[in-house]
């Protein structure tokens, strides 16, 4: 007799953890315990059951004997695996129980334990125990141990992988015995046995789940809407996933690490960046029918504010949204979620507007009967293009929209029109590509508009077949203030491959000049005079007393 250490096994019912208790008793270095705090867990609560009075006379009913002196008592192994149920850790059990040995949870989709809860039990949150497994993850976190979380949908799938892996998080060694155990009842099963083991008796090993699931008792609907958030929040700590259309991609660095936890808003809410999803049913999904803007913040001010507005609130009228929100409801929700996250400069916002969630999936507004969706997706962002030495454009074969099929004055979400242009200019290894109008004049790029600079001159495309944009807006006036000769029209492909100097204009990337175009050198290759001018004229506007102020930014 020593002392062994303790491996800890939570779970939910119904999750194959029997089956994995029987993996372990294969070993020739492990004892088991079945539920040994099941008889604290009756008395405490004085919970029902068929066999609550076998189980308190054969079982310590007290739970510090049984973290002391079962659990963590001497044993004649080098392990002890205790199988717990994540329901049955009660307050006041002593803190050994969490602190000492080895823990893991194993985790199962509620989809796939309701259709197959026993009658013996009918399924209850509680009963379910995910509420308790995330406490219990946390609790080990925060203990500086975070625990492996293992699928019940990767053990049957592959359980050798599995339990390898399992071995491996435990650093204990794999035994291919455990792959495998006789069927019948066993000496470690606990007195619970006969109304809960009679399927898993029959089993000799992990069995392949059905290739199709038996169909869900939508009795059971509103359990599962509580439960399945709380089992996908486990799920996101499994490290090998199965994934019924692909193999999962491993996770890729952000551009701004920041970024990994924000809060957005959604509807009429704010959530964490993960929980941040609109509805299937919603129209940005069914169509990308929805009006954005791209916000971007200095110094504790929205820069432009009003003037976005002013475009969403167009675009949503010429689309004929019903129930939009109001000027003042969605000023609040932009201040509330940069507020939450003390986002006051160097940040940028994508304000989203759908038409809303519909009653039914279709093309028709008249299925969109909750109102608009509103999102505001805030992040750290410093602009996106190298505006200090300049950027590569090549020219797309994708036009332009024409105002005879989409109205690019209306600033929708149906980008892809833009995203074939984007593509070919990656494919060029570009950081965007120029978009022509249906005549063959230069329109703007992918993402921004544009300017070039010819003999002292300033000239822009007309926003005929392009968006008209703010920071353009904006930045012919900063032209016409710095005493610049500013034209507006129609401008060929040539003009630009010949011109002194191009920069291009957005929220996102400011002003950004332009060194190369379709393999044509733009002037000298640098930065040219007049686009520094306005960079430092545009810069200095943003720092002015301009833009609507955060409330409590003075404050924070």
């Known amino acids: 007799m020593g002392e062994s250490e303790v491996i800890h096994s939570w779970s939910a019912p119904r999750s194959l953890s029997t089956s994995l208790m029987y993996s372990f008793a294969q070993r020739d270095d492990i004892e088991v315990l079945d539920e040994p705090l099941y008889a604290h867990f009756l008395r405490v609560t004085g919970l029902d059951r068929p066999y609550r009075e076998e189980l308190l006379s054969k079982m310590e009913p007290d739970g510090n004997k049984v973290v002391n002196d079962i659990i963590f008592g001497p044993g004649k192994k080098k392990y002890r695996f205790c199988k717990h149920m994540s329901k049955q850790r009660l307050q006041g059990l002593p803190d050994d129980l969490m602190k000492k040995g080895k823990h893991f949870i194993l985790i199962r989709n509620p989809l796939d334990i309701l259709p197959s809860f026993d009658k013996v039990v009918p399924p209850s949150f509680l009963e379910l125990g995910l509420a308790e497994l995330v406490c219990i993850y946390n609790v080990l976190r925060e203990l500086g141990k975070p625990p492996p979380v293992i699928d019940a949908e990767e053990l049957q799938q592959d359980p050798e992988t599995t339990l390898r892996g399992l071995c491996d998080d435990l650093e204990i060694p794999f035994q291919p015995t455990m792959l495998s155990w006789e069927a019948g009842p066993k000496s470690i099963d606990g007195v619970w046995a006969p109304w809960w083991y009679t399927s898993i008796h029959k089993s000799s090993g992990f069995k392949q789940a059905k290739k199709y699931p038996q169909p869900f008792p939508f009795s059971h609907y ?37 970024n990994e936890k924000l809060l957005a808003w959604v509807g009429d809410e704010i959530v964490p960046r993960d929980s941040a999803k609109v509805s299937v049913f919603d129209s940005v999904v069914q169509g990308g029918d929805s009006v954005w803007e791209g916000l971007r913040v200095y110094n504790g001010k929205v820069f432009k504010l009003e003037e976005h507005l002013d475009r969403m609130f167009d675009s949503a009228k010429a689309l004929a949204f019903e129930n939009v929100p109001t000027r003042d409801e969605i000023k609040e929700a932009i201040f509330r979620t940069l507020i939450r996250n003390g986002m006051f400069d160097n940040s940028h916002i994508r304000l989203s507007l759908t038409r809303g969630k519909k009653v039914s999936s279709g093309m028709s507004p008249s299925f969109n009967l909750y109102g608009c969706t509103l999102i505001v997706l805030a992040e750290w962002k410093p602009p996106v293009y190298d505006n200090t030495r300049g950027i590569v454009l090549v020219t797309a074969t994708t036009r332009r929209n024409s105002p005879n099929n989409l109205d690019s004055k209306i600033h929708h979400n149906n980008l892809l029109n833009n995203i074939l242009a984007k593509i070919e200019g990656n494919n060029a290894k570009a950081d965007d590509a120029i978009m022509l109008d249906q005549d063959g004049y230069v329109s703007e790029t992918n993402a921004t508009n544009m300017f070039i600079v010819k ?102």
């Not at 300033?458 to 930045?475: E, Q």
């Not at 040539?494 to 060194?515: F, N, Q, R």
């Open 455 to 556: 003999k002292g001159r300033v000239l822009t495309p007309h926003a005929d077949y392009c968006l008209p944009g703010i920071t353009r807006a904006t930045v012919m006036d900063l032209v016409v203030k710095e005493q610049l000769i500013l034209e507006e029209r129609r401008i060929s492909l040539s003009e630009v491959h010949t011109a002194d100097e191009v920069w291009t204009t957005g929220t996102m990337g400011e002003l950004s000049p332009v060194v190369k175009v379709d393999g044509r050198t733009i002037g000298n290759g640098e930065v040219g005079p007049v686009t520094r001018r306005m960079q430092a004229a545009y810069k200095k506007l943003t720092e002015q007393e301009y833009g609507v102020p955060i409330p409590t930014y003075l404050e924070t």
């Open 222 to 258: 509103d359990l599962l809407e509580q439960s399945l958030p709380l089992y996908n929040m486990l799920r996101r700590h499994v490290k090998r996933k199965s994934s019924l259309l692909s193999s999962p991609l491993p996770n890729p660095d952000l551009p701004v690490p920041a």
